[in-house]
């Protein structure tokens, strides 16, 4: 599966942003689809993953703000970034697993998107 993230871009605290990760390939109904992000000097995180049945998992950072969703008629993959906060500032990856559970650890997944960056400043 290839993937392309997009929508990332600078906002204030407290606004929202949505992130969009396209997909190519015939099986991406079949994989679980996850967000990490990459602050600078730190290591990637798990920030939300939904399953290929729909299951989703957050990071507790994300509960409550970040909603992920998935629309697998047009391959595509959403992170609805709700009341933004400088700390949410971070290159945000796409990927897609090897198993469809949407599991947590990065290592589950096989494919990566190029990253958007989301910068949260006032």
């Known amino acids: 599966v290839q993937l392309q993230a997009s929508g990332g871009g600078t906002v204030q605290p407290g606004e929202s942003l949505r992130l969009s990760c396209a997909a190519s390939g015939r099986t991406f109904s079949s994989h679980g689809m996850g967000w990490f992000r990459q602050a600078p000097e730190t290591e990637r995180e798990f920030v939300a993953a939904?399953?290929?049945?729909?299951?989703?998992r957050s990071a507790d950072s994300a509960k409550g703000r970040f909603f992920i969703s998935r629309d697998n008629a047009k391959k595509m993959v959403y992170l609805q970034m709700n009341s933004l906060k400088p700390e949410d500032t971070a290159v945000y990856y796409c990927?897609?697993?090897?198993?469809?559970?949407?599991?947590?650890?990065?290592?589950?997944?096989?494919?990566w998107g190029q990253g958007t960056l989301v910068t949260v400043s006032s």
């Open positions: 990927a897609a697993d090897r198993d469809g559970f949407g599991r947590v650890a990065g290592t589950e997944y096989e494919d």
């Open positions: 939904i399953g290929r049945y729909g299951d989703i």
